[in-house]
C-alpha cells in the first residue's frame, strides 16, 4: 500500500482521520496513530514487522542506557548501537552485492559462494538513519532519551515518514510526541500540500513513466532525440514522484499536528552543484553532514582533507542509495563536482551569467541520472552513446505511440514548475484574511486535482514510489 494506491486514499486514509480525530487526549491519538502506522507497514511487508519492532526495541533500551552512562562507557554503547544499525542494513541490503563481488574476484580460481536472495524490508534505509541520530543526538547530549516506549515507537514508525522520509530527527518532533494541537487552518493547509504532492505523483511522475522506461529499459542503439527525451523525462519522473511523497508526509504530519521537514527547494532551479545538495532530498544531505561529515573533521582540516570527507560522504551517499555499481559511480561522481566547485569552480559559476550556470547545473544533473536509473554500468554506456548522438540524431518513431497530447503537455508543464521559481502572490498587509474569491479559487484548485488525482488512482494500476527500494 502506497499513499497513491486506492486501498490507501478510498479505505485507509479517511478511516485513520475518522478514528484519529475521534479521540481526545495526545496520548490516546498517539496509540491510533501507532496501531494505524503498524497496519500500514504489515500491510505491505507483514514479515518485517517483527525486524522494524525488533530495532525500535533495541535503539529504545540502549538510548536509556546511553543517556544515564558516563561519557567514557557512553562512547562505547554509542558505538555498538551504531555498528549494530548498520549491520541490519548491510545484512539485507548488501550481502548479495558483496557476494557477487567476491565471486567476480575469485572468478580465476573457479571458487564460488552462494549468493543469498534477501528481500529488502521496507523503508530500512530511512529507519535505520532515525535510530542513528537518535543515539547520537542521546549521547551528544542534545536530546534526553524517552521514558515512553509508545512515543519512542511512534518516532520511529510514523507511517507518513516511514517508508521513504523525510528522515525526522527526533528533535524535531519530541515536543509534539506529547504536546501538539490541529485546528481547521493547519488541517487545510495540510491537506492542501497533501493534495497537491499526490498531484506530482499521480499526474506528472506516473504519466511519464513508461516514456522513461521505455527508453532506460531497452537502450540499445538509442537515437540522440530518443535517449534526450528519455532522460529529461526520467530527471522529471524522479523529481515529481518522490518530491511529491515527500509533499505527502508533510501533509499527513501538518494534519495531525506534526511539523516535518521540508525535503525539497526547487533543485533543478540550482546554480551548482553545491546548492543543488542544499535544495535535493533537503534530509538526507543534513544528516550526512552533521553525523558523517563533520564526525569526519569536515573542512576543518586541510584542503586535501576537506575533499576527501566530501568524497567519502558522496560514495556512502550513492551506496546507501542501491547496492549496485551504478549507485557507487552515481555517488563519486556528485562528489567530485562538489570537489571542483569547492576547489575554484564555484566561484568561477557565482561570476558567469544566471543562465550558464543554470545549464552547468542541469547537465551535470541529469548526466548524474543516468547512473541512477540505468540497470548497470553497459546500459548505463549505451544510453550515454545515445546522449551524445553515437547512433544518429532524429529518430523518434520508437516513442512516438507514447508521446500523447497528455503526455506531451506533462512534459511541457512538469519543466514549468521544476526549473524556474514562480513569484507568489503577495497580499499587502492590511489585509488580514484571504479575499473570499481568492479562497474560493484556492479551494477549487485544490479540489480539482484531487478529483483528477482520485480518478488516475482509481483507474491505474499498482504504482509504487520510486524510493520505496531504498
Not at 354 to 376: K, S
Not at 381 to 405: A, E, K, W
Request: net charge positive; glycine share 8%.
Amino acid at each position: 500500500m502506497t499513499f497513491a494506491s486506492k486501498a490507501f486514499l478510498f479505505y485507509f486514509f479517511p478511516i485513520f482521520l475518522i478514528t484519529y480525530f475521534s479521540f481526545r487526549g495526545v496520548r490516546a491519538k498517539n496509540l491510533i496513530f501507532l496501531a494505524f502506522s503498524l497496519l500500514f507497514y504489515s500491510s505491505s511487508e507483514p514479515v518485517f514487522l517483527v525486524l522494524l519492532l525488533a530495532s525500535i526495541t533495541a535503539n529504545f533500551f540502549l538510548a536509556r542506557a546511553i543517556d544515564v552512562a558516563d561519557n567514557g562507557r557512553r562512547s562505547v554503547l554509542l558505538a555498538c548501537g551504531v555498528a549494530a544499525n548498520i549491520l541490519l542494513l548491510v545484512i539485507f541490503k548488501y550481502t548479495g552485492f558483496f557476494a557477487e563481488n567476491i565471486n567476480t574476484l575469485l572468478s580465476p580460481t573457479h571458487l564460488h559462494i552462494p549468493v543469498p536472495q534477501l528481500t529488502l524490508p521496507l523503508g530500512i534505509s530511512f529507519y535505520t538513519f532515525h535510530a542513528i541520530s537518535y543515539l547520537a543526538d542521546v549521547a551528544k547530549r542534545k536530546v534526553s532519551a524517552n521514558r515512553r516506549f509508545d512515543e519512542f515507537m511512534l518516532y520511529m514508525s510514523m507511517f507518513p515518514q516511514l517508508v521513504a522520509g523525510p528522515i525526522v530527527r527526533y528533535s524535531t518532533v519530541a515536543k509534539q510526541l506529547h504536546d501538539r494541537r490541529v485546528t481547521l487552518g493547519r488541517f487545510s493547509a495540510g491537506m492542501r500540500i497533501f493534495v497537491i504532492g499526490l498531484s506530482w505523483k499521480l499526474l506528472i511522475a506516473d504519466q511519464l513513466a513508461p516514456l522513461a522506461d521505455a527508453v532506460f529499459d531497452s537502450p540499445h542503439h538509442l537515437s540522440f532525440s530518443q535517449a534526450w527525451l528519455g532522460l529529461y523525462a526520467y530527471s522529471m519522473q524522479i523529481y515529481f514522484d518522490f518530491g511529491g511523497y515527500s509533499a505527502m508526509a508533510v501533509g499527513l504530519g501538518v494534519m495531525t499536528g506534526f511539523v516535518l521537514p521540508r525535503n525539497f527547494r526547487i533543485p533543478y532551479a540550482a546554480l551548482s552543484i553545491t546548492t543543488f545538495w542544499r535544495r535535493w532530498h533537503m534530509s538526507l544531505s543534513t544528516w550526512l553532514r552533521d553525523y558523517v561529515y563533520i564526525p569526519l573533521g569536515g573542512n576543518r582540516g586541510t584542503r586535501l582533507r576537506t575533499y576527501g570527507n566530501l568524497w567519502i560522504v558522496f560514495l556512502l551517499c550513492g551506496l546507501w542509495h542501491g547496492a549496485g555499481w551504478t549507485f557507487v559511480i552515481w555517488g563519486a561522481y556528485h562528489g567530485l563536482f562538489l570537489v571542483i566547485e569547492r576547489a575554484g569552480l564555484g566561484r568561477l559559476l557565482s561570476r558567469l551569467p544566471r543562465e550558464l550556470a543554470h545549464i552547468y547545473t542541469v547537465l551535470v544533473v541529469f548526466f548524474g541520472w543516468v547512473w541512477f536509473r540505468a540497470a548497470d554500468v553497459h546500459a548505463a554506456g549505451r544510453v550515454f552513446s545515445g546522449l551524445f548522438g553515437l547512433n544518429g540524431f532524429g529518430n523518434l518513431q520508437s516513442l512516438t505511440f507514447l508521446l500523447s497530447p497528455v503526455t506531451i503537455a506533462v512534459l511541457i508543464v512538469a519543466g514549468l514548475l521544476a526549473f524556474w521559481k514562480w513569484p507568489r502572490f503577495r497580499r499587502p498587509k492590511s489585509l488580514q484574511v484571504m479575499s473570499r474569491s481568492a479562497a474560493l479559487m484556492d479551494m477549487t484548485f485544490v479540489a480539482i486535482l484531487l478529483v483528477l488525482s482520485a480518478i488516475a488512482a482509481a483507474s491505474a494500476n499498482f504504482s509504487p514510489f520510486l524510493y520505496d527500494r531504498f
